[in-house]
């Protein structure tokens, strides 16, 4: 028998079987993603993995306001600056007439899950408070969540817990419910440490942490 003939005899049925047997994990991928054109898209709902709410590495990341305590008479004066990744909030505290300098930024979050906020800093060894605005009103003003944290001319790591915010309306502590973590809408950094002179803080990022990274 001619070679041509042996090669086209009995072994073409299992190559022919080897074939489909390869196209067969083609054909299931379209099918399943045909049948995922009909499912409907979920979002993604609250997750225990931090949340990043500033960074820092573009200086149009978030308009910082500047309020000083001259809202009441003080003579307090902050600066905030955002370069080179970092977010520098300087000036000078004047306890008489009034007593702090705080720099804030609208940042609309969710932090269902988490624990608390964390953020990298370094300063002039001075404490500062950061703040979460949930929008919670309490005698017809706008609630201040607060807690302190210290710095050190080295960077550093410091972990505010939810569970540490203060709740104060000017200054003053208040009965207020707790915060609702889900509806974060800002965060502020305060200088209110009751001591006269010229400040220092860097903000190298700042995010959410929770069980997970304890």
């Known amino acids: 028998m001619p070679a041509a003939a042996r090669s086209s005899g009995r072994p073409l049925p299992r190559r022919r079987a080897r074939a489909r047997r390869a196209l067969l994990p083609a054909l299931l991928l379209l099918l399943g993603a045909a049948s995922g054109l009909s499912r409907p898209v979920v979002a993604p709902g609250p997750t225990s993995a931090p949340v990043i709410l500033f960074t820092f590495d573009r200086a149009d990341e978030a308009a910082w306001d500047v309020v000083n305590d001259g809202v009441m008479g003080g003579r307090s ?3 905030v600056a955002v370069d080179q990744g970092t977010l520098r909030f300087t000036g000078t505290l004047v306890t008489q007439g009034g007593g702090f300098t705080s720099v804030r ?3 609309a979050v969710d932090l269902t899950g988490q624990l608390g906020i964390e953020l ?3 300063g002039s060894g001075r404490q500062f ?7 919670v009103r309490a005698y017809g003003r706008t609630v201040s969540r607060r807690a302190p944290f210290a710095t050190s001319a080295e960077w550093t790591v410091v972990r505010v817990p939810f569970s540490a915010l203060r ?3 000017f200054g003053q502590a208040v009965n207020a419910p707790p915060i609702d973590v889900a509806r974060i809408r800002g965060l502020g950094l305060y200088m209110a440490d009751g001591q006269d002179g010229p400040f220092r803080l860097e903000v190298d990022y700042v995010r959410s942490y929770g069980r997970a990274d304890e």
Request: net charge neutral; glycine share 10%; hydrophobic share 35%.
């Open 167 to 169: 709740n104060t309306i």
């Open 120 to 122: 990298r800093v370094r």
């Open 105 to 107: 930024a609208r940042r």
């Open 129 to 135: 408070e950061v703040e979460l605005d949930d929008g």
């Open 77 to 79: 004066a902050g600066f």
